[in-house]
């Protein structure tokens, strides 16, 4: 069974960091471009930052570049999202998704997502 399943999320104050890994199963993220989304309750789905699985180019949102920063691990079949100077308005829920070309995944046309994990910036 494939599987995506993120960590890392919690509660953090204004201008904090965390790291959230997306770790897959039975599936070789080498393979497939990986977004980073979130969704914020009342709000749309956003796509944050994406990685290009042919040549491991990458590409953010306006709204968070400079802040974020997405890699992979594919020896640990992992993909990571630092966050930093985060913002009340950051808060979300996070979840990565895959697809075969980068161009799916920032339409949102993604093969498989994970649930998620709860991001909250507050002091």
């Known amino acids: 069974q494939i599987q995506l399943v993120e960590s890392g999320g919690g509660l953090v104050q204004p201008g904090g960091s965390l790291r959230l890994s997306c770790l897959a199963s039975n599936l070789n993220l080498y393979y497939w471009s990986i977004g980073w989304f979130r969704q914020a309750p009342g709000k749309q789905r956003e796509g944050l930052s994406y990685i290009n699985s042919h040549d491991d180019s990458t590409d953010y949102a306006d709204s968070v570049r400079g802040r974020f920063t997405i890699s992979r691990d594919t020896s640990k079949n992992t993909v990571y999202l630092q966050m930093n100077n985060l913002k009340p308005e950051d808060t979300a829920v996070y979840y990565c998704?895959?697809?075969?070309?980068?161009?799916?995944?920032?339409?949102?046309?993604?093969?498989?997502r994970g649930p998620g994990t709860q991001v909250t910036v507050s002091s």
């Open positions: 998704a895959v697809a075969i070309r980068m161009d799916l995944v920032k339409k949102g046309l993604t093969d498989y």
